[in-house]
């Protein structure tokens, strides 16, 4: 039985490309990022592209698997630093300090609150340290096989793809384009493009020999 809910959706999503202009695809396909300048030796984590399939617009947001393994070790990092939180981290009002003015003879109100700066070296310090150790850790148990999931939105079919490509400009778009259209036409399937696939850290210590190097990986990559 069909769901009327996602039905509709993809009812709405026809519409609207229907509707929109279509100059956007002069490519066949959205480019949202420039690439003038990219280094096509520079590894890549995550990008995406809009083509049309059929009548609707299918918006496509890739991510490598090294930037999901990042994301593994990311998670798993803050959880052995929970215990170096402090309420300041997720509050910077937790510390502060009310200031008073008088109201007549007996009373006082608040009026500002004073607050000190706290830099929280030890907790990042010791973050940085255990997501170097885990993603060079051999025994960690991260494993990231390719993957595809689809939604439908009122404007397009989103699809969220993991798979083992380098994206340094609009021809890799392309590919990615071609890719994710074939998959959803079933034409290929991930088992057959990137059969028994897993990035692990064996993958991750060929690419970031230098741990120095990804001390602060987690971070710049989403700026």
Known sequence: MKNKYQEQLKRLAKLYHQKSHRNHFEEGIIVRHLYDQENPQKLSYWDDV??????????????HPRFVYNE???EIARAECTHLESPSMLDFMAD?????????KSRKKIVSYTTERKTHDDYFESLRASEIRIAHDPKNGIFIAPKISTAWTNWS????????IEVHGTA???????????????ETSLEQEFPKYLYSQKNWNAEFQNKDEIKFLAHTIKQ
Do not use: M, Q
């Not at 809009?50 to 991510?63: G, H, K, Q, S």
């Not at 079919?157 to 083992?164: A, D, E, H, N």
């Not at 890799?172 to 079933?186: G, M, P, S, V, Y």
């Open 72 to 74: 593994r070790v990311e």
């Open 96 to 104: 502060s300090l009310p200031n008073y003015r008088k109201i007549g």
């Open 50 to 63: 809009v083509f049309i399939l059929n009548d609707y617009r299918v918006n496509v947001a890739w991510t």
């Open 157 to 164: 079919r989103f699809v969220s793809i993991c798979v083992p």
């Open 172 to 186: 890799d778009l392309r590919d990615l384009a071609n890719l994710t259209k074939r998959l959803l036409k079933r």
